[in-house]
C-alpha cells in the first residue's frame, strides 16, 4: 500500500461526499449530511479513517467508523477505483478494527447492499463472517412515525 492512513477530520468532509458520491454502489442518505457526519466524528473520535496519497494529500479511501458501548460499525468503505488491489481497504480496515478493540470494542458490524458483489467478495476475503441468521429492519425517528397499536 503506498498511502498514508490518518484520522477522518471535519475538514475531510467535503472530499469525503465527493468520493462517495463517485463511487457506484455506495448508498447515501440525510444521515450523510455534513452536519450529521461531523457529529458522528465527534460522537466517535479517532476511528474513522482516511487514506491519502504520499507526497501529495490526495484523499483515496475512507473508513467511517464508531461504536455505541457495545458493537462497532463500519460504513462506507471507499477506495477510490484507481487505487484498488493494493491493500488500501485492508489498511483501514485494520486501523478501524485495532482502533475499536483499543476502545473494548470485541466485534465490529457492516452492511452491504445485495447487487454490491465486488464490496462482498472484499469483505470476504479480509476475514467477515456473512450472517444468514439476521434480517435488517430500520425505522425512522421522526414524529408521527411511531408505531400504531
Same mark, same amino acid.
Given at each position: 500500500?503506498?498511502?498514508?492512513?490518518?484520522?477522518?477530520?471535519?475538514?475531510?468532509? !467535503? #472530499?469525503?461526499?465527493?468520493?462517495?458520491?463517485?463511487? @457506484? $454502489?455506495?448508498? &447515501?442518505? *440525510?444521515?450523510? /449530511? +455534513? !452536519? #450529521?457526519?461531523?457529529?458522528?466524528?465527534?460522537?466517535? @473520535? $479517532?476511528?474513522? &479513517?482516511? *487514506?491519502?496519497? /504520499? +507526497?501529495?494529500?490526495?484523499?483515496?479511501?475512507?473508513?467511517?467508523?464508531?461504536?455505541?458501548?457495545?458493537?462497532?460499525?463500519?460504513?462506507?468503505?471507499?477506495?477510490?477505483?484507481?487505487?484498488?488491489?493494493?491493500?488500501?481497504?485492508?489498511?483501514?480496515?485494520?486501523?478501524?478494527?485495532?482502533?475499536?478493540?483499543?476502545?473494548?470494542?470485541?466485534?465490529?458490524?457492516?452492511?452491504?447492499?445485495?447487487?454490491?458483489?465486488?464490496?462482498?467478495?472484499?469483505?470476504?476475503?479480509?476475514?467477515?463472517?456473512?450472517?444468514?441468521?439476521?434480517?435488517?429492519?430500520?425505522?425512522?425517528?421522526?414524529?408521527?412515525?411511531?408505531?400504531?397499536?
Amino acid at each position: 500500500m503506498n498511502a498514508r492512513i490518518r484520522a477522518f477530520s471535519e475538514t475531510d468532509i !467535503a #472530499a469525503a461526499l465527493a468520493l462517495w458520491r463517485a463511487t @457506484p $454502489g455506495v448508498g &447515501l442518505s *440525510a444521515a450523510d /449530511e +455534513p !452536519a #450529521a457526519i461531523a457529529r458522528y466524528l465527534a460522537r466517535n @473520535p $479517532g476511528l474513522s &479513517l482516511v *487514506a491519502e496519497t /504520499e +507526497p501529495d494529500g490526495q484523499m483515496i479511501g475512507t473508513l467511517l467508523c464508531g461504536h455505541d458501548g457495545r458493537r462497532g460499525l463500519i460504513h462506507h468503505l471507499v477506495v477510490a477505483p484507481g487505487h484498488r488491489r493494493q491493500r488500501v481497504g485492508e489498511g483501514l480496515v485494520s486501523a478501524g478494527l485495532l482502533g475499536l478493540h483499543a476502545q473494548g470494542i470485541a466485534k465490529c458490524h457492516l452492511m452491504v447492499f445485495e447487487h454490491n458483489t465486488s464490496a462482498q467478495q472484499f469483505w470476504l476475503a479480509v476475514g467477515a463472517q456473512q450472517r444468514q441468521d439476521l434480517r435488517l429492519f430500520s425505522l425512522n425517528t421522526s414524529a408521527g412515525s411511531a408505531p400504531a397499536r
